[in-house]
């Protein structure tokens, strides 16, 4: 076949097992083909292959190995959750209140870091920052790595550990920011989200019966990491924002901030 055929009938065959975006899945999956010439058979048996593994509803970035985040590439992969770009409301929130603040070089700390996107996305956006990045799982700190030198954002200092223990290693009001997207699905939803969840890490999602153990975490250990002034920008579920912001008891203009459905995504406040 070619492309175009091939084209076509994946589109067929992703549209008629109910998948949405159809012609924009297909576009990416068509970037698994040679660049330089037109499929042979193995081709194209490689590309049904992902097409098939598609509609069994395995992730596209998993099945693609990279997705961007912010116009920056990244390794993702089974064991890390794919980037988001709902998560580049806490970014921008946080760019937007620094540049209000007048903090130009900011030590900056992103908990929960996964493929490292947040980090990476700082640390290119702002060119005096100095950006560390916290990540417990084994196989996000491979992808987290992996993405730091794809970036050359050799500058951020990854640290492995657990945000519940390593937080000692911090003096008092060290940071200028702290950004985060914690888990925060409820542990009895995540069995009813999209299928496609199903294929993503557990721990990157689950926040425990509630969903505010990690903003817990946050608010009892880390806030007092933060000096005066600082900027906290934390990453919310939409239903979350009164409990999270409720958490942070010495913190002033606390905002929620809206995602492009309009839902809140993110609370962001100064100390
Ligand atoms: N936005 C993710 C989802 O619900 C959740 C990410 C998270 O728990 N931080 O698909």
Not at 82 to 106: F, H, M, Q, Y
Not at 184 to 208: C, H, N, W
Request: negative net charge; charged residues 30%.
């Amino acid at each position: 076949m070619t492309r175009r055929e091939l084209c076509r009938e994946a589109e067929k065959r992703l549209a008629g097992a109910g998948i949405e975006s159809t012609a924009c899945e297909v576009r990416e999956l068509l970037n698994l083909l040679p660049h330089d010439r037109e499929p042979v058979q193995s081709d194209e048996e490689a590309f049904f292959s992902a097409v098939e593994k598609r509609i069994s509803g395995f992730p596209l970035q998993y099945i693609l190995g990279e997705w961007s985040f912010m116009g920056y590439d990244l390794y993702v992969g089974e064991g890390v959750l794919s980037p988001r770009d709902d998560t580049e409301v806490c970014v921008r929130g946080l760019l937007d209140e620094l540049k209000k603040a007048g903090i130009s070089s900011p030590a900056v700390i992103d908990l929960c870091s996964g493929s490292g996107a947040i980090a990476i996305a700082l640390s290119k956006l702002i060119p005096d920052a100095r950006v560390s990045a916290v990540e417990l799982s084994d196989h996000a700190w491979d992808y987290l790595m992996r993405n730091i030198e794809r970036n050359n954002a050799s500058d951020i200092t990854a640290v492995k550990g657990d945000i519940n223990i390593c937080c000692d290693d911090f003096e008092d009001e060290s940071f200028d920011a702290i950004i985060s997207n914690p888990p925060y699905v409820r542990t009895d939803e995540i069995s009813s989200l999209q299928k496609e969840i199903s294929f993503e890490p557990a721990m990157a999602l689950d926040g425990g019966s509630d969903g505010l153990i990690f903003y817990r975490v946050i608010a009892e250990k880390w806030f007092p990491k933060l000096k005066r002034g600082g900027i906290m920008s934390l990453e919310i579920g939409e239903t979350q924002a009164q409990e999270v912001s409720g958490l942070f008891k010495g913190a002033e203009d606390i905002r929620i901030l809206k995602d492009i459905q309009g839902l809140p995504r993110a609370v962001i406040l100064r100390k």
